[in-house]
């Protein structure tokens, strides 16, 4: 493990191994008015395709819920309509009850956004980890020599931000744990690229990861920095309840290594 993940290319995709694929084209609702593919685009299909992925491998069943602690979208070239997408679904790191699952987005007319996300597998009744299926590791371990992944943050809280906006909620944001969605978080990133367009140049990497959960009815605030990083500008981003920080983002230039 890097001392600083943040600055790591993700995983490449193995020679060999369970890698499942799919594809689409894509929608008309998911593009923003530059006619490219939108953050909460991208973490919506990667979802679907992590469904998709656990029917094919016979664990739907077994594991119908997961959590995703942290999400990574590296947007190598944005993904333009119309387009359709070919999707490419591994493990790239795993233990007992997570896994690190790597997603690439290839367009077939072009753009390639490379994804990974940290997915705890969830007991819906205890609302608790658990243990994955002996023929799920199985599978999964295939692509990857990392059988021991341990929950590392990547970011740290973002302190003395300055600038901030309330980012109401709706009842289309909570899911069935009654916590906030996920691509909810990516809508209120958009709010924050909007305000700061000049760092999302691509090729450039978003990170956002959860610390705790968020419910429907509390009073939402996104606040972030602009601070100038190892190579490039970055967007530090908290979204917090009170001074309370629920989760963190960063907008940054791709990492070259």
């Not at 600055?7 to 694929?21: F, K, Q, T």
């Not at 359709?84 to 233990?95: D, G, I, P, T």
């Not at 367009?107 to 243990?131: C, H, V, Y």
């Amino acid at each position: 493990m890097p001392a600083n993940p943040v600055e790591d290319r993700l995983a490449p995709l193995p020679s060999s191994g369970y890698v499942y694929r799919t594809g689409w084209r894509v929608a008309t609702g998911d593009i923003g008015g530059d006619l490219t593919l939108r953050l909460d685009s991208v973490a919506r299909y990667i979802q679907e395709v992590g469904a998709e992925n656990l029917v094919d491998a016979g664990e739907a069943e077994a594991h119908p819920h997961w959590l995703v602690q942290r999400t990574v979208i590296d947007v190598i070239e944005p993904i333009e309509f119309p387009n359709e997408v070919v999707f490419s679904r591994w493990c790239s790191a795993l233990s007992l009850r997570w896994c690190t699952m790597r997603v690439d987005l290839v367009g077939s007319d072009g753009g390639r956004i490379e994804t990974e996300g940290f997915w705890i597998a969830m007991n819906a009744k205890t609302l608790t980890p658990q243990r994955a299926t002996e023929s799920l590791i199985e599978k999964f371990s295939t692509t990857t020599d990392e059988h021991r992944l341990k929950w590392r943050p990547w970011l740290r809280n973002p302190a003395d931000t300055e600038y901030a906006q309330p980012f109401p909620l709706r009842r289309t944001d909570i899911d069935l744990f009654e916590h906030v969605t996920n691509t909810a978080y990516w809508h209120a990133v958009h709010e924050v690229i909007a305000a700061t367009p000049e760092i999302c140049t691509p090729p450039y990497r978003a990170v956002l990861e959860y610390r705790k959960p968020i419910k429907y009815g509390e009073d939402l605030t996104i606040r972030w920095a602009r601070r100038e990083g190892a190579r490039s500008p970055e967007i530090h981003i908290a979204f917090a309840v009170g001074d309370e920080v629920r989760a963190a983002a960063l907008l940054c230039g791709l990492p070259i290594r």
